[in-house]
């Protein structure tokens, strides 16, 4: 119930965020008419049309983002026939094509219709419909859970149900919008009589959001001029609302909710088959029935993900510790990016991050599933009677963590070395190249930005992102605070962006100690030599571990990169990478 409250909650959100605008046109031009019969009808279609369309894209189907594109097209040929009719619905009958004209004369019937008292529901639920295929709300905090999760786990009735509460909450804001609109549309007509004209204005109002979203200004450029963000409300809607985690996939800075310590440990379930994993490392191929009798530790985990980095040293630390005191640790490598699935970059990660515990492949995300997870880090607890007693998610809570891992070695009857020293429990292992080192949380203003066209936000570059097909950018000279844009000739693909000449760039406006950026070599595993900049000069001091200090380094693996570390004060800056030769990936910033 929480999660559907949640995800109601981020849906009524959604009428202050800049991607409603193209649709709003289509929403107010029938707000003059009764709610009943036609605002409601509008939003029911607009609302079961986006839940499915969501639902079944959220799963990667390319059939289904190809239907929904030319789904997309039909609706925007629609709602120009009705945009048209708004303009002109006596020359729309006469003289447009038939299919025009059987367009206003719908819109036609349905306003006589409501003006006689009877119907129109039938056409305003058809306008919702392809009002429901042209929506495509910003994906907030909130969207980005459920979608992720979804994309994850596959499809299911929950996704599909939080989909539908999301947009049962834009609904509703959107009513109340229509009520105010008819009330203002009403006293208009009455005072000043000047409803032909408003009817209209609408007109115009909804051919040039027609334009808008034909020529992908949508998602562009209302959302660069719009100095309305849901981000920050959303988020503090997953921070306060007290309940369970959403449903979602994500890397995580903050914990779930754990017992609080001392606390009986509540038994949440039993350790789920492993036997979906595609490979193992460091160890044979791992049992839920081979593992009675020890306490285990679940950790997922992905090698590019700056929070697992994080909590690494941690992890690393207690199967060193508790190993020949009953304590089995299996880190669970589930990908994010194509990249991670290569079996031979998880092994040289594995390698350099001096992982010794087993490690189980799950490319097929069969164990993900398994636990029902949602986020990378993730912690498991499993006592020896193969119960799952405690989670823990993302970074953080490593006392408490520890404290756990104990108590159930002492419950199995095992022996404890001595109780570690605090500040050897929160210090955990020498962090590696500095990127293991605990985030400067006070000054994190900064959040994860993937770069592919798939969750990009922020994008600032004139004329958006263009999916993908070879394009040549341009970087403002300015940005504003977490906006990014590339220069130079890249390749925008659903999950990265491809430089397809050399001398491209990337600039992101940022504040926060730590940036990293996830890259890749070009596909024929051929080195790419960057230049980094902070506010246009080498970083020198503030060199992160992969770049030197007058600004040069090389991708040379599939991996994250730390690019700036900034020492002392802490504030916003303009970071910069160029690329002197072709064909890098550049993936997702990172901030710590």
């Not at 447009?96 to 019937?109: D, E, K, N, T």
């Not at 004139?462 to 040549?472: H, V």
């Not at 992101?508 to 080195?527: E, I, K, M, S, Y």
């Amino acid at each position: 119930m929480f999660l559907l409250v949640l995800a109601y909650l981020g849906g009524v959100l959604t009428i202050l965020s800049p991607c409603i605008l193209p649709v709003l046109p289509f929403v107010f031009a029938r707000s003059d008419r009764p709610f009943l019969r036609s605002g409601l009808p509008l939003l029911v279609g607009m609302t079961l049309m986006f839940a499915v369309v969501a639902s079944l894209a959220a799963v990667g189907s390319q059939w289904v983002a190809q239907a929904n594109q030319i789904g997309r097209w039909i609706a925007l040929v629609v709602m120009a026939v009705f945009a048209l009719a708004l303009l002109w619905p006596s020359l729309a009958n006469r003289l447009l094509s038939p299919f025009q004209r059987l367009g206003a004369r719908l819109s036609a019937s349905a306003d006589a219709a409501s003006d006689a008292g009877r119907g129109g529901v039938g056409t305003s639920l058809l306008i919702g419909i392809a009002t429901g295929l042209l929506w495509a709300p910003c994906a907030g905090p909130i969207l980005g859970l459920i979608l992720t999760g979804a994309a994850l786990n596959g499809a299911s009735v929950g996704t599909s149900g939080l989909l539908l509460a999301y947009a049962l909450g834009a609904a509703t804001s959107l009513a109340l919008a229509i009520w105010i609109g008819g009330r203002v549309f009403a006293a208009l007509k009455q005072r000043l009589g000047v409803g032909e004209w408003i009817r209209r204005a609408l007109g115009v109002a909804a051919l040039l959001a027609v334009v808008a979203i034909g020529m992908g200004w949508d998602t562009v450029v209302l959302t660069r001029l719009s100095t309305v963000s849901t981000a920050k409300l959303e988020q503090g809607l997953l921070d306060v609302l007290p309940g369970q985690e959403p449903a979602a996939g994500g890397s995580m800075m903050m914990m779930a909710a754990n017992a609080p310590a001392g606390a009986p440990l509540p038994v949440e379930g039993t350790l789920p088959s492993l036997a979906g994993a595609t490979g193992w490392l460091n160890s044979p191929p791992l049992s839920a029935e081979s593992l009675r009798g020890k306490v285990v530790l679940v950790d997922f985990w992905t090698y590019s993900c700056i929070n697992c980095l994080r909590a690494m040293p941690y992890v690393r630390e207690w199967a060193e510790r508790y190993r020949d005191h009953g304590l089995v640790v299996i880190g669970v490598h589930a990908p994010e990016f194509a990249f991670e699935r290569s079996l031979g970059n998880v092994q040289r990660a594995v390698k350099d991050l001096k992982v010794t515990y087993p490690v189980a492949i799950d490319n097929d995300f069969a164990i993900w599933r398994g636990f029902n997870n949602r986020y990378w880090p993730a912690h498991y607890f499993i006592d020896a009677e193969g119960r799952i007693r405690a989670h823990h998610f993302g970074e953080g809570n490593y006392a408490q963590s520890e404290q756990i891992i104990r108590q159930l070695l002492r419950d199995a009857g095992n022996t404890l070395p001595d109780e570690p020293a605090q500040a050897m429990a929160m210090a955990g292992a020498a962090p590696r190249d500095g990127i293991e080192q605990q985030a400067d949380m006070r000054n994190l203003k900064s959040p994860e930005t993937y770069l592919g066209h798939a969750r990009a936000q922020s994008f600032a570059s004139p004329g958006g992102q263009q999916p993908d097909r070879a394009t040549d950018y341009t970087a403002p000279a300015t940005l504003r605070l977490n906006q990014w844009a590339l220069g130079g000739r890249w390749t925008v693909g659903e999950e990265d962006a491809h430089l397809d000449a050399a001398g491209g760039r990337i600039a992101f406006r940022f504040h926060a100690r730590d940036l990293h950026l996830v890259l890749a070599p070009a596909v024929d595993g051929t080195p790419v030599r960057y230049r980094v900049r902070i506010d246009g000069q080498p970083p020198g001091a503030a060199a992160g571990g992969d770049v030197s200090a007058d600004g040069s380094g090389q991708v040379g693996e599939h991996r994250l990169y730390q690019l700036i570390r900034q020492r002392g004060d802490v504030r916003e800056r303009t970071f910069e990478i160029e690329f002197l030769d072709p064909g890098v990936h550049a993936y997702a910033f990172t901030f710590g």
